[in-house]
């Protein structure tokens, strides 16, 4: 029987353990990201990651490039303890020439595959069904999160698994797509309660839909260039509003309380309190007594926090080439779905990095950056 084997299975293996990891962390096994298996995966995708680089032959030009990103990466781990920013560079770095597709429909399928198994353990008893009392600010819910560590963990997972659903059919979108799309966001919205993901995905899979109209489509092209920007400083207004009060008027009630369901309070003020540091620092919960809440769900202060200012640049650098070449592409489907998640990042702060961020890999479009010679197929015989 003769095996064949290429340098493109060390991409496949390095992703599925990159996924299956940050599945890993998002369900509700106690201290599961402190864990020995946790930490065998970890390392075991950095290995794997290393065999294909030096396998895989590099131009001066991207050796140069890829080796800083990569540096940024290791720094920002060295100081802040957080492996985001490096597993991030390195599943856009190492990507094979026109596999972004290959490499989407595997992740489709196993994060599918992983969604059904944590949901179905949650059932029978093996995982917490987490049932939570969810404060929405005018009124409070019950929610349940199947065997994830929190309702919208499970509702930002599933809603992540239909957008990527609905990217890899976008040449081909009917309306059973949208039906089936619109179904499992309801369901979502049924257990979890939670209200970002689902109005999220409702106003992706409807722009999704509109954006066969050529005034849609035009429109939403003209904007991607400079939507990261935009919502940045949606961000950095709303923060001013509600600084300039601490929170008490009327109109930063609202932004804070109406359509943040107070993030941007406890965003502000982790800038007040956590230091921001050049390549990142760990957040050190412990300042806080035990009757303050703070949780800090703005993925934007966290990149910032975590992984300092380098870090933040870096992701910003690596967002605006996204948007530049899917724009130059005229995937407008895909447009839609950065912008989603852009915003997304807003409210959540488990969407900057390329476990729950598939976009990040939308790089690959860039056919000039991932031009590489490979070295002979090597096959082996067992």
Same mark, same amino acid.
């Given at each position: 029987m003769r095996v064949k084997f290429n340098i493109e299975s060390l991409y496949k293996i390095f992703i599925f353990l990159l996924i299956a990891m940050y599945m890993l962390e998002a369900t509700s096994i106690p201290n599961v990201n402190n864990s020995l298996f946790h930490?065998?995966?970890?390392?075991?995708?950095?290995? +794997?990651? /290393?065999?294909?680089?030096?396998?895989? *032959?590099?131009?001066?030009?991207? &050796?140069?490039? #890829?080796? %800083?990103l990569v540096l940024i990466g290791i720094l920002c781990y060295v100081s802040s303890g957080f492996s985001g920013l490096l597993m991030t560079v390195l599943a856009i770095i190492l990507m094979p020439n026109n596999y972004l597709e290959i490499i989407l429909k595997m992740i489709l399928k196993e994060e599918t595959i992983l969604f059904g198994i944590i949901v179905i353990f949650s059932l029978v008893g093996v995982l917490d069904m987490g049932g939570?009392?969810? #404060? !929405?600010?005018?009124?409070?819910?019950?929610?349940?999160?199947?065997? %994830?560590?929190?309702?919208?963990?499970?509702?930002?997972?599933?809603?992540?698994?239909? &957008?990527?659903?609905?990217?890899? #059919? *976008?040449?081909?979108? !009917?309306?059973?797509?949208?039906?089936?799309?619109?179904?499992?966001? $309801?369901?979502?919205?049924? %257990?979890? !309660?939670?209200?970002?993901?689902?109005?999220?995905?409702?106003?992706? $899979?409807?722009? /999704?839909?509109?954006?066969?109209? #050529?005034?849609? *489509? !035009?429109?939403i092209l003209k904007f991607l260039p400079f939507a990261y920007v935009t919502i940045l400083g949606v961000l950095i207004f709303c923060m001013f509003i509600y600084a300039r009060d601490n929170g008490t008027s009327t109109i930063s009630g609202l932004i804070n309380d109406g359509f943040f369901n107070g993030r941007i309070g406890l965003a502000y003020r982790s800038l007040l309190v956590y230091p921001i540091t050049i390549f990142g620092k760990a957040i050190d919960t412990s300042i806080w007594n035990q009757y303050q809440y703070y949780s800090l769900d703005?993925?934007?202060?966290? +990149?910032? &926090?975590?992984?300092?200012?380098?870090?933040?640049?870096?992701? %910003?650098? $690596? /967002?605006?080439i996204i948007l530049k070449e899917v724009k130059k592409k005229?995937?407008?489907?895909?447009?839609?779905?950065?912008?989603?998640?852009?915003?997304?990042?807003?409210?959540?702060?488990?969407?900057?990095?390329?476990? *729950?961020?598939?976009?990040?890999?939308?790089?690959?479009l860039n056919k000039n950056s991932m031009i590489v010679n490979l070295k002979k197929e090597k096959k082996y015989d067992s």
């Open positions: 930490d065998v995966i970890q390392y075991s995708a950095l290995l +794997v990651a /290393i065999i294909y680089i030096v396998i895989r *032959k590099y131009s001066n030009k991207e &050796l140069i490039r #890829n080796s %800083f939570v009392k969810i #404060n !929405k600010g005018s009124y409070i819910t019950d929610g349940v999160s199947l065997g %994830f560590t929190h309702p919208n963990m499970l509702t930002a997972q599933g809603t992540s698994i239909i &957008l990527l659903y609905l990217c890899l #059919n *976008k040449d081909k979108l !009917k309306t059973r797509h949208y039906i089936v799309s619109l179904m499992c966001e $309801i369901i979502l919205f049924v %257990f979890s !309660k939670g209200r970002t993901s689902f109005f999220l995905g409702i106003f992706a $899979i409807i722009l /999704i839909g509109m954006s066969k109209m #050529n005034i849609i *489509k !035009k429109i703005n993925g934007q202060v966290m +990149v910032l &926090l975590e992984y300092g200012i380098v870090g933040f640049l870096t992701y %910003f650098y $690596i /967002i605006q005229e995937e407008v489907v895909w447009g839609i779905t950065i912008i989603v998640f852009i915003i997304w990042s807003m409210y959540e702060g488990t969407m900057y990095f390329i476990g *729950k961020n598939f976009v990040f890999l939308f790089l690959g």
